[in-house]
């Protein structure tokens, strides 16, 4: 379970969340009870196809539902989620590692992004596992102490923090309201957009997210990834809580004191602890969000160039001759091109907002269509290729229509796609008769 949370985890967790309750309160807690519905979820509808079919990849499911050509579709699909949205954890610890190193931004990425492919290429899918759940302690125990360091800093402590922040709103954490109004679904940070969004999120990036389906893949059986799944959420939950209350104690702080905040909002809590802990502390804590984030990078160069192997290279008839050292080879230049995919995409977030909420943005967009199309093959029998390819495409074209021309939230993105690629894939399914895999009639 600690290595799903530290998978999960990650530098726009650590330096992002604070933020979010620095400029506003505690509603983004609402999406972390979403969370624990998704883990349900995934745990009986997703979970026993996995271990009933050991596969390699998640995409492994769509080849024997739909074929190969859905195969590769959900397999790019995450190829694009994934280097986008780590593009984003790129420039995320690129402010980490100016606010220490007082470098720029660009050359910071170029640091990270090294570092993190040498030691990629020293271990495998076990060492990433346990390099995350050491990197992992290491970060809450920062978190932590930067939590009590702030409050000593504060005059009155808790009382006078419980204060301030309550007059100014900042422990609000549920919005029950409603509205069947464009107006309401521009809202993040509603009850209802914390459950359903939450949930449709948490389910497609960790029921068929290669990066999460790798973690439960590496339990010694079923129950036991059930188990760690389900215990993980627990974890997550004060997770979230810990880094929304340092944001909040930042506020009191700044207010307190009548500092200006920092022009971009994701430095609050790594500039402060770099100029007011002391000088001992600070490293530790900057250590520990460096930590975070190359174990995070690394995995999801792991799983990249293990998607790219697996899905697109060994179907390849030349691959069937290629020796097992020449596929060693080649999966590690794989992982040098998903690298340099990684820093690009981390100049080029530098103009894209808050690390958060743009990383959850960019996740959210495509991947409604890919958990829409594997819904499509484990809840239905009907829907064969066309259809399945029919209903991403829609999904896909539906999100992007509501992201660049209607105002609803991006906590919605999932929801929508997913139910448009289902709906979508079920109609033309009963459009157009194709045949039933014998997967789908078993």
């Known amino acids: 379970s600690l290595s799903i949370v530290s998978a999960e985890t990650s530098t726009l967790t650590i330096i992002g969340t604070p933020a979010q309750s620095f400029a506003g309160n505690l509603g983004f807690l609402q999406l972390v009870f979403g969370y624990l519905l998704a883990r349900i979820v995934i745990s009986v509808l997703l979970l026993p196809h996995y271990w009933r079919g050991e596969m390699l990849t998640a995409y492994e499911l769509m080849r024997r539902r739909f074929g190969e050509r859905t195969r590769k579709i959900t397999a790019s699909i995450f190829l694009v989620t994934r280097a986008l949205a780590e593009g984003v954890r ?12 007082g470098t720029g931004e660009v050359a910071s990425i170029v640091v990270i992004v090294m570092l993190t492919l040498f030691y990629t290429f020293e271990g495998g899918m076990t060492a ?16 932590a102490l930067s939590f009590w360091v702030i409050l000593a800093k504060i005059p009155g402590g808790w009382e006078h923090v419980a204060a301030v922040a309550g007059e100014a709103g900042k422990f609000q954490l549920f919005d029950f309201g409603f509205a069947p109004t464009l107006e309401f679904f521009s809202r993040p940070f509603t009850f209802l957009a914390g459950i359903l969004g939450g949930c449709f999120l948490t389910t497609a990036s960790h029921g068929t997210d290669q990066l999460m389906v790798q973690r439960l893949l590496s339990g010694r059986s079923e129950a036991e990834s059930r188990a760690a799944l389900l215990a993980s959420w627990v974890v997550i939950f004060f997770q979230f809580a810990l880094f929304l209350l340092i944001g909040i104690l930042l506020f009191v702080y700044y207010g307190d004191h009548a500092l200006p905040p920092p022009a971009q909002a994701d430095r609050i809590y790594p500039e402060f602890i770099w100029r007011n802990l002391p000088a001992g502390v600070a490293g530790l804590v900057m250590a520990a969000i460096l930590a975070a984030a190359m174990a995070n990078i690394s995995a999801a160069l792991n799983s990249l160039a293990s998607t790219t192997m697996v899905d697109f290279y060994r179907p390849l008839a030349r691959a069937q001759q290629a020796s097992e050292a020449g596929q060693l080879r080649l999966a590690r230049v794989a992982t040098l091109v998903w690298g340099a995919v990684l820093l690009a995409i981390g100049i080029l977030a530098r103009k894209w907002g808050s690390v958060l909420i743009a990383g959850l943005t960019i996740a959210s967009i495509p991947l409604g269509a890919l958990l829409g199309v594997f819904l499509l093959g484990v809840l239905t029998r009907l829907p064969g290729q066309r259809s399945a390819l029919i209903g991403v495409l829609g999904g896909l074209a539906t999100v992007m229509y509501v992201r660049f021309f209607t105002p609803i939230a991006w906590t919605w993105y999932v929801l929508i796609g997913t139910t448009g690629t289902f709906v979508l894939g079920w109609l033309a399914s009963r459009l157009w008769k194709e045949p039933v895999s014998p997967h789908a009639r078993a």
């Open 90 to 101: 790129v420039f995320a610890i690129s402010i980490v590692v100016s606010i220490i190193l």
């Open 128 to 143: 990433v596992i346990w390099t995350d759940v050491v990197q992992m302690a290491l970060y809450v125990f920062g978190a």
